[in-house]
């Protein structure tokens, strides 16, 4: 596509539910990133895929988070048994393909905002 | 110590003035570094990035980059009530980018 996209742009929740964030990175790119952002802080990183696997998945802040992008492309963010301080934006960024190309610039999606009540 | 620290303001600037923002990194061995812009409730867009010691000037932005003193700011000359935003400074690494948490700029018309 011609930028990151993500969905759902809003997520309202309960506490202890389950919940999805999908993000589908700019076309031919193989470096994904989550990336959450609490009110007046900067994005916090939680893990980086290239291609398939999770190259650093250090960021993620316990084992309720898991992400995943089985073909390399779209990634979807999981989160298991939420909890009030899970609520932030949760934002997705990918990075160019091929070295000449890239700058280490991150392109990033718009983002999910996640509510936990 | 944070790896990359900012003031976060409110850092207030009259329209047409130069506004300085500012940022240290604690990484000695640090290559890159970004400056974002983020509106409120949007994405950071990217405004310059810079790699080398020295200045880097793409419009009314300059870049300036001290490794030495493991500085790395940004100005923004002629500043327009549109710069108003949150300006985020931000490291490279093998693994993506390591962010501060933003200064908040106010251009008063």
């Known amino acids: 596509g011609a930028g990151v996209s993500q969905t759902p742009s809003n997520k309202v929740t309960e506490k202890g539910k389950y919940v999805e964030l999908r993000c589908d990175p700019i076309?031919?790119?193989?470096?994904l990133y989550w990336y959450r952002q609490s009110l007046g802080q900067g994005p916090e990183f939680l893990i980086y895929f290239q291609g398939t696997g999770a190259a650093d998945d250090s960021g993620l802040p316990n084992d309720r988070f898991f992400a995943v992008r089985p073909e390399g492309s779209v990634s979807t963010l999981k989160i298991q048994r939420t909890e009030r301080g899970d609520s932030a934006v949760y934002l997705c960024?990918?990075?160019?393909?091929?070295?000449?190309?890239?700058?280490?610039?991150?392109?990033f999606g718009e983002g999910s905002r996640l509510t936990v009540l | 110590q944070k790896e990359v620290e900012q003031n976060s303001g409110p850092l207030s600037v009259p329209e047409g003035a130069i506004a300085s923002l500012n940022c240290t990194y604690s990484?000695?061995?640090?290559?890159?570094f970004f400056w974002y812009r983020q509106y409120s409730g949007k994405s950071p867009e990217l405004i310059m990035f810079?790699?080398?010691?020295g200045d880097k000037e793409d419009g009314r932005f300059t870049a300036q980059l001290n490794k030495a003193s493991q500085y790395v700011s940004l100005l923004i000359r002629d500043s327009q009530p549109s710069d108003s935003a949150t300006y985020l400074c931000?490291?490279?690494?093998?693994?993506?980018?390591?962010f501060g948490k933003g200064t908040h700029l106010i251009i008063q018309p």
């Open positions: 076309s031919g790119h193989t470096a």
């Open positions: 960024a990918s990075r160019g393909g091929g070295a000449e190309a890239d700058t280490g610039e991150l392109f």
């Open positions: 931000a490291r490279g690494g093998a693994d993506g980018l390591t």
């Open positions: 810079i790699y080398s010691n």
């Open positions: 990484d000695r061995g640090s290559q890159s």
